[in-house]
Every structure is written in structure tokens, then in C-alpha cells.
């Protein structure tokens, strides 16, 4: 287990998932863009790159051969397989940037949200919920990624992903987008003010202060 605290490295790790089509993606993006020191670890995927996306930006997308030759040398601390591709998070990119003081979001589903928990003594774990089905069948069709097939396929996995909610400690419903934005940025700031926190940053004032 990585021994990550908030009182022995600067940065804190965040763990957000949510069931696909729920609009994790497009806040996570407005979040980065509206604060600092923060960053959306960026996994490894066998995937297809689409349209508009980048390498080294979105993913790091590699075959499938290579991908399993990570897993054999232990260089994921979580993956994961999702609708037939594979996906997984280094252990190096995530030590490295904590140890930075740059707080890191996971951006991964359920299954490796358990993983990085056993590895990892201190994470904050977020779940990200839509205002109905009816809505998230709404915003898959409207996002024009996938096939009527693979929006069917995400669909009949929204309730195995749903009722993972309990294991996460806040919960997010994403209707008003702007709210919910309101509601993430207000977690990482508190989080950011606490004693062993505020003290790393400010320890020299503090000690002056004290004088």
C-alpha cells in the first residue's frame, strides 16, 4: 500500500466515477479550467482515438499486447477492461505529481476505484449521478459517440454501475451543470483548507506569527 496522507505528501488524490453518459467528463474539464495546482491523470486505453482527441491529452493509447505487458510488469495501479478496451492508471505518473504537490483526479469507473482504495490510505471518493435515465439516454444520444448498439449496451450496465453509489463518500447529482461544477470546486477548496493542508503552505507565516 502507498503510504499517502494528507499530513505526508502535498498533493491529495481524488477518485471520481460515475456510470457513463453522466457527465463526468465535461465537468472535470470546467474544473480544470477554473482551478489550479489540480490535474485529470491521464490513463492508458487500447481503445480507438476519436475524433478530437490527443494523445498524451485524453489518453495514452497503446495495443492491447503492450497494455498487458504493463499489467505483467506491475506498472498500473489499477485497470480495468470497459466495453471490450482496456484501461489502466500508472503507479509512476500518480507518485510523481502527488509528491509535486498537484492534486490528481482518477477519472475511472467502479472496479478500479476499489483497486486504487487498497493501495492508496488516504483518497477522497466522489460519485457523479444524472437527474434520470431519461436524461442520461438523452445526453448519450446528443454526444454522438457511439453506435445505437453500444448506447443500448451502456444502458443495461447503468444500474451495476449505479449501485456502487454507497461506496463512494460524496455524491454529485449533475442536472444543473453549473451547480454541480459549484459543488465540486467547493469540495476540493475545503479540502485544501484544512490544518495539515493550510500549514505545508503557510508554515513559515505560521511560524512568524508565533514569534
Known amino acids: 500500500m502507498f503510504n499517502?496522507?494528507?499530513e505526508t505528501n502535498c498533493g491529495m488524490l481524488y477518485?471520481?466515477?460515475a456510470p457513463?453518459?453522466?457527465g463526468k467528463t465535461s465537468?472535470?474539464?470546467a474544473l480544470l479550467e477554473e482551478t489550479d495546482l489540480i490535474e485529470v491523470s491521464v490513463s492508458y486505453t487500447t481503445r480507438e482515438k476519436r475524433a478530437g482527441e490527443r494523445e498524451g491529452v485524453d489518453y495514452h493509447y497503446i495495443s492491447q499486447e503492450r497494455f498487458k505487458q504493463m499489467i505483467d510488469d506491475e506498472q498500473f495501479i489499477e485497470h480495468a477492461e470497459v466495453f471490450g478496451n482496456y484501461y489502466g492508471t500508472s503507479k509512476r505518473q500518480i507518485k510523481e505529481k502527488l509528491k509535486a504537490g498537484i492534486d490528481i483526479i482518477l477519472e475511472i469507473d467502479?472496479?478500479?476505484?476499489q483497486q486504487v482504495r487498497k493501495q492508496f490510505d488516504c483518497c477522497t471518493n466522489v460519485f457523479i449521478i444524472p437527474p434520470s435515465r431519461r436524461e442520461l439516454l438523452s445526453r448519450l444520444q446528443e454526444r454522438a459517440q457511439d453506435s445505437s448498439e453500444v448506447i443500448e449496451q451502456r444502458m443495461d450496465e447503468f444500474i451495476e454501475q449505479m449501485s456502487h453509489y454507497d461506496e463512494f463518500e460524496y455524491l454529485i447529482v449533475n442536472d444543473q451543470f453549473s451547480h454541480a461544477l459549484g459543488e465540486l470546486k467547493a469540495l476540493i477548496y475545503a479540502f485544501r483548507l484544512r490544518q495539515s493542508s493550510q500549514c505545508r503552505r503557510h508554515q513559515s507565516l505560521i511560524d512568524a506569527l508565533l514569534v
Request: net charge positive.
Open 15 to 17: 477518485i471520481i466515477s
Open 110 to 113: 467502479w472496479q478500479g476505484a
Open 4 to 6: 499517502h496522507s494528507p
Open 27 to 29: 465537468l472535470l474539464k
Open 20 to 22: 457513463s453518459g453522466a
